[in-house]
């Protein structure tokens, strides 16, 4: 329940603040506005009229700021031009003071630097300067990082690199150049991907990989992947008919018959911890910029589901021969094989079906066989699996879209940047227009209007708020980080990844997963900055000349 | 003589102006009087007075409530409403006929 004299007071403190804020020659104006309160009858009425006359005092405060003669009169004496603008008020300016100081005290802390540094991310794509997650740009980071670890004789570091730079010519030489410094890091082939590579260059690559980790399906995966292209590139096949190639048939029948599938995330992080620490980076998107891969090479995951139809296929074509054996074989591979993808790279989505129906199949061999255990065991399985599907579902949409705390972080972290750039822009305009309008930068002899003062203390407060805004907003991520750099605790890198990635687009953009949605959004966003900034240009402009052809004095005909 | 932009708003605050020129006039009273917000007749009022059409004076009421602000036109104010006023009223007789069937 509002209290009836709520609105006259709230009417009252309204028009009192614009009349603090109002050029002086209109503040018998205001005064008269707030008198005639006293004779309105009805609360409600009282503030309808407030927020007229406050509207109007309002106007001329802003129109004080932006021509700033408009409301000067003509002064006679010295005295007179001092009543006009008082000098400043001591109390307000220590809280402007205090306020800035308070601000700035913040970028002390190193997590504040490094939050305002992530806030700035969104104007790196609209003023073409280098972005975090694998950009086209030149790196300079990662180009100084290089020739450390070259003149250390760095394999890690050069590997480092290698997973970072967004050329496939550059990844491919420096993984080849780790490699030879270090043999251990083979896997490094499989991390850094082999796209635009020649097929002799892949095939080289691939039967390193074999030879330095055999029981790993992942190499043969890679070398599928290899015949896969070149054969939908090559048209001896129709469409989609990859897998009726022998060559690919046999490196898939090892993939999955192999005892492992490993996708080295875990080495790949570790190295990312060490070289961190080692060369003292710390940025968090040099941290969170492997994560990029979902932690599976995506060259292993659609193939899987065709060759494991495939096999189901042959399956059945087994069981109405009469082969049952054979047709569990052939079940069972499927079933295993995805059940260690589900395991190691939680990709087990996009082998739903196959599942599904190599589980169903086992259960009705051995249903036929009076096996009703097994049948069970099989059953309870396929459950599970639906479960587990449906739970790594969400999470791999999670790790793709980013979690709603993410995105939400995210927002506050540009918007905060933002304001704290605004209001250090309102600030410096305030100190700079007072001190050029008193031509002294004695603190005695400056003077200033109430609505500059106004202005000032609203930035000052504003730098504050958004500093504390952002500073909250970072910190979390920033453990995240720090646990990562100081213990290799990974646990938090998909989070941080998806909050980083969210950082760079512009505010009041959003991004969108899909084939090439991201470079488009980049360079929308950048059109639409610039036509925005343009279309405020020519529309202040306007406003201006229109203000000045209608408030320009008409001849009377009378005189 | 400059003189402002005279709207049809303009108008009817000079209307009732006109009725008692020599009376002092509050705010509200004009707003109810012409129907306008304050964030309307304010404007108006302040750039009559910019003219130099308006006067203000602050006259103490009852005790206890503060002084108001009251409005009065000027010399110059009067003479420009009743010329502007009178052109009006010719511009009118002259047009009247067109739309009355030649009666006035």
């Known amino acids: 329940m509002i209290p009836a004299g709520f609105p006259r007071s709230i009417a009252i403190a309204l028009l009192r603040f614009a009349i603090w804020i109002a050029p002086d020659d209109t503040h018998d104006w205001g005064r008269g506005m707030l008198s005639e ?222 005892p492992k599938l490993d996708t080295y995330l875990d080495r790949q992080r570790q190295l990312d911890h060490r070289v961190l620490s080692r060369y003292h980076l710390d940025d968090p998107f040099q941290a969170a910029s492997g994560e990029d891969w979902y932690g599976f090479p995506i060259y292993g995951a659609w193939q899987c589901s065709f060759y494991a139809q495939s096999l189901l296929e042959s399956g059945k074509s087994l069981e109405s021969r009469g082969d049952r054996k054979a047709a569990f074989e052939k079940y069972f591979a499927v079933a295993r094989f995805g059940q260690m993808m589900g395991d190691v790279a939680g990709f087990t989505v996009v082998m739903r079906k196959n599942m599904e129906q190599a589980y169903t199949r086992l259960g009705a061999l051995s249903q036929t066989e009076d096996n009703n255990a097994a049948a069970a065991f099989y059953a309870a399985l396929a459950d599970q699996f639906d479960k587990a599907a449906d739970k790594q579902r969400l999470l791999l949409r999670n790790r793709i879209q980013g979690s709603d705390v993410s995105h939400w972080n995210a927002f506050l972290v540009r918007l905060s940047g933002l304001g704290l750039l605004f209001c250090a822009l309102l600030l410096v305009l305030c100190a700079l227009g007072v001190v050029v309008r008193n031509r002294s930068l004695r603190l005695s002899s400056l003077h200033t209007s109430r609505l500059t003062l106004g202005i000032g203390f609203g930035a000052a407060f504003g730098a504050l708020l958004s500093s504390a805004v952002l500073f909250v907003s970072f910190r979390p991520y920033s453990e995240l980080f720090q646990r990562f750099l100081s213990k290799g605790d990974d646990a938090g890198l998909s989070e941080l990844y998806s909050f980083l990635r969210d950082t760079q687009l512009p505010l009041g953009s959003q991004f969108n997963f899909g084939p090439g949605s991201w470079y488009v959004a980049s360079w929308n966003i950048v059109f639409y900055f610039w036509s925005a900034v343009t279309i405020l240009c020519a529309l202040a402009l306007s406003f201006a000349v229109f203000r000045h052809f209608q408030t320009r004095p008409q001849s009377s005909a009378a005189a | 003589m400059k003189t402002p932009r005279l709207s049809s708003q303009t108008l009817r605050v000079l209307e009732r102006f006109i009725e008692r020129p020599t009376a002092w006039r509050y705010g509200y009273e004009l707003s109810r009087a012409t129907g306008l917000k304050s964030g309307t007749l304010y404007p108006i009022l302040m750039r009559l007075a910019k003219y130099s059409l308006l006067e203000t004076k602050w006259v103490a009421t009852e005790d206890g409530v503060p002084p108001r602000h009251t409005y009065r036109l000027t010399p110059n104010g009067v003479e420009l409403v009743r010329a502007t006023f009178a052109g009006e009223r010719s511009t009118l007789k002259v047009r009247r006929p067109a739309f009355s069937g030649g009666k006035a």
């Open chain 1, 37 to 258: 309160l006293n004779h309105i009858e009805g609360n409600w009425s009282a503030l309808l009229w407030s927020f007229g006359g406050a509207g109007v005092l309002a106007k001329h405060a802003i129109l004080a700021v932006i021509l700033p003669g408009r409301h000067r009169g003509t002064f006679s004496t010295a005295s007179e031009l001092f009543a006009k603008e008082p000098p400043m008020r001591k109390p307000v300016l220590a809280v402007i003071a205090a306020c800035t100081a308070a601000s700035l005290l913040f970028f002390l802390a190193p997590v504040f630097r490094q939050a305002f540094q992530v806030s700035l991310a969104q104007w790196h794509d609209v003023f073409h300067v280098k972005l975090g997650f694998g950009y086209p740009n030149p790196d300079p980071d990662l180009d100084a990082l290089v020739k450390r670890a070259d003149q250390n004789h760095d394999a890690e570091g050069l590997a480092f690199v290698a997973n970072r730079y967004h050329s496939q010519v550059r990844r491919a030489h420096l993984a080849d150049e780790a490699v030879h410094l270090d043999p251990n890091l083979t896997w490094l082939y499989a991390v850094a991907g082999t796209g635009y590579l020649s097929p002799s260059e892949i095939d080289r690559r691939v039967s390193l990989l074999k030879q330095w980790d055999p029981q790993n399906a992942l190499s043969y995966l890679m070398a599928a992947q290899k015949i896969g292209v070149s054969v939908e590139q090559s048209k001896e096949f129709p469409l989609g008919k990859t897998e009726e190639n022998p060559a690919w048939e046999k490196e898939m029948d090892a993939a999955f018959q192999s």
